[in-house]
């Protein structure tokens, strides 16, 4: 579930999102800190389609890393800081090795 969005794209809108008003315009109908970002306005950043930037939102939003909300029709999204710091901890407690220290520098002579 986690390993997926380790990318750079996805940790690059998680940063953005922390303080949208200074990474995206302003809109019309939404506040950017209070509502969120659309989609559009992430793809134009990105450079990217508005699917491929949809792609990774709705996996931000599906771990829980966002929170989508809608507004006159449009999707929003923003960071769900607690859910954010929730995975944080499980991190910092060695969650992803069961609580052992993780991989040595040098794993030993490789099999075939």
Do not use: C, N, Q
Not at 23 to 40: L, N, T, Y
Request: proline residues 6%; aromatic residues 6%; glycine residues 12%.
């Amino acid at each position: 579930m986690l390993r997926t969005p380790v990318h750079g794209t996805r940790l690059d809108i998680l940063e953005w999102l922390k303080d949208p008003a200074a990474h995206f315009p302003p809109e019309h109908h939404a506040d950017v800190v209070a509502h969120g970002v659309r989609v559009e306005l992430v793809a134009a950043k990105l450079g990217v389609s508005r699917r491929a930037a949809g792609a990774h939102l709705d996996l931000l939003a599906r771990i829980g890393l966002l929170r989508a909300g809608g507004i006159r029709g449009r999707t929003y999204y923003r960071r769900d800081e607690v859910r954010i710091a929730e995975v944080a901890r499980m991190f910092e407690k060695g969650w992803w090795t069961g609580g052992r220290a993780g991989p040595t520098s040098d794993p030993g002579p490789r099999r075939r």
